[in-house]
């Protein structure tokens, strides 16, 4: 009975409660707010919070790459180049699926396996934003979607200038197209609220945009002559994937294991394997299995079911009714995550703090000894690459996007002006990732992947460095003048 009452007399959480918990959120120094968790065990959230802030910032991720990218650099220029090189292209591992089998060296892993799996992350972050995100509303995506188009054509043209009587190095227009998302936001990060969030969200939208076009450019020009007997089985795998999908399948483990099955057919089609991310990530369910109206209500019922169960006297592994709503609880909870979030949750730290610095450790490897660096660094695919990114990316951005505002077709965001938006456009010329990605597909000659990479290289360093400067003393001269006129 004392339990009983206690239940009763439970006090509901009123709207201002609600609100003040929400603001109350778990940080590093205070992982407990609320203190649900035991004395002994705060050390350890504390460290797990650190680690957990640590491997969801888009800066530290960037940091870790730019890490990795360097040391492939001084390996690259130094005696044990040759190992280390022969060490991932030509350490094999042995891959079945079924009675199917095949060998594929380290590097190949990397390049085909590991970044099919940062391309379905990338495909969730693209599918979120057509969903839910900045590119539902077309007239709030306008802006970033024109300024991509603009950022893509554009040093299209500047490549093409340089490269355009070559048949060998014609084929890497592709290359200065892409922006990297992750060291694009990464330094825009360091800038905090010195930059107004309407530039975070419009080089954001605008990084989803560009890698839309990038993955299609993989796809469709970047892809061997695709052998129809795979891509028709493909084509039946992604329909089985698309019908779990439609029939309500919400756990991830079967996407998973089709998704493998769906990786292979690509890989063996001739077209890039990477594309396999993409499309799993469109058809895992973003809704959630749970009804949520009705979990409001039994969750609260078991909550003071549980409360009625419980027993301060009792050791809580011998409360066996106890633990058994506890268990009913938890296990639902789960479920009202949507699939891609949860999925996304967990591949996040993966692919930032695992497969992207293993990309750049792997294929940043640019070797300067013994060659003529002057005769490299002034070759058409170095200066169409260059030029492609620091030039051509800012240029084609702020010319589509000053059209679109002029054309009304889309406005600035909310306290953006135009020196916001040029900063942001020069961050659009750090390429990296997905520039080393194509850049590795588009030549057959490994002196213009590695003149590409030098570009890219340089080009990224060069960027990131002036529009990180660039938006930094727009944002000292906001805050003088604020502080000269604060009645404006």
Same mark, same amino acid.
């Given at each position: ?182 060291? !694009?936001?990464?330094?825009?990060? %360091? #800038?905090?609220?010195?930059? @107004? =969030? /309407?530039? +975070?969200?419009?080089?954001? *939208? ?66 890039? !394997?990477?594309?396999?991310?993409? %499309? #799993?990530?469109?058809?895992? @369910? =973003? /809704?959630? +299995?749970?009804?949520?109206? *009705? ?72 070797? %300067? ?87 890219? %290289? ?31």
């Amino acid at each position: 009975m004392a339990h009983t009452e206690k239940t009763q007399q439970e006090p509901k959480i009123s709207e201002e409660s609600a609100d003040k918990l929400e603001l109350v959120q778990p940080t590093a120094e205070n992982p407990d707010p609320h203190g649900i968790y035991i004395d002994e065990v705060q050390g350890r959230n504390r460290r797990m919070r650190k680690l957990i802030s640590f491997t969801h910032s888009s800066t530290r991720a960037a940091g870790v790459m730019l890490l990795a990218a360097i040391a492939a650099l001084i390996v690259a220029n130094t005696a044990t180049y040759e190992p280390f090189y022969n060490f991932w292209h030509h350490t094999e591992v042995i891959l079945a699926v079924g009675p199917l089998w095949g060998e594929i060296s380290l590097a190949h892993m990397i390049n085909d396996m590991f970044m099919a799996v940062f391309f379905l992350l990338v495909g969730i972050e693209i599918k979120y934003e057509m969903t839910v995100g900045e590119l539902t509303n077309i007239r709030q995506a306008a802006l970033p979607i024109m300024g991509a188009i603009g950022g893509v054509a554009v040093p299209i043209v500047i490549y093409l200038l340089f490269n355009a009587a070559n048949p060998q190095t014609i084929g890497g227009w592709g290359v200065p197209t892409a922006t990297d998302i992750a060291f !694009a936001l990464g330094i825009l990060a %360091l #800038l905090g609220s010195r930059v @107004p =969030s /309407g530039i +975070r969200v419009f080089l954001s *939208t605008l990084a989803v945009a560009d890698d839309i076009i990038a993955i299609l450019v993989i796809a469709i020009f970047y892809g061997e002559s695709p052998n129809l007997g795979w891509l028709a089985a493909a084509a039946v795998v992604f329909i089985v994937l698309v019908v779990m999908n439609r029939k309500h399948v919400y756990s991830l483990v079967p996407y998973m294991l089709v998704g493998c099955v769906l990786w292979f057919c690509v890989y063996m089609s001739g077209v890039h !394997a990477t594309i396999s991310g993409v %499309l #799993l990530a469109f058809v895992i @369910p =973003s /809704g959630s +299995r749970i009804n949520m109206q *009705t979990f409001l209500e039994w969750s609260g019922d078991r909550v003071q079911l549980a409360n009625k169960f419980h027993d301060e006297q009792t050791p809580i592994v011998a409360q066996k009714k106890y633990l058994t709503t506890v268990n009913s609880l938890s296990n639902v909870s789960r479920e009202v995550l949507p699939p891609v979030t949860r999925l996304e949750h967990k591949l996040y730290p993966w692919v930032y703090f695992a497969i992207l610095p293993l990309f750049a450790l792997t294929n940043a490897d640019v070797s %300067l000894v013994g060659g003529d660096i002057f005769a490299m660094l002034t070759s058409n695919v170095v200066m169409g690459v260059f030029f492609g990114l620091v030039v051509g990316k800012p240029l084609g951005i702020m010319l589509m996007s000053f059209l679109c505002v002029k054309l009304h077709i889309a406005k600035l965001p909310e306290g953006v002006n135009w020196m916001h938006m040029l900063g942001a456009s020069i961050l659009g010329g750090v390429g990296f990732t997905m520039a080393i990605f194509v850049a590795n597909l588009a030549y057959t000659s490994s002196v213009f992947v590695s003149e590409a990479k030098l570009a890219i %290289l340089l080009a990224s360093l060069f960027a990131g460095v002036v529009g990180f400067l660039f938006l930094f003393m727009q944002a000292s001269k906001a805050e003088k003048h604020s502080r000269k006129h604060p009645e404006q």
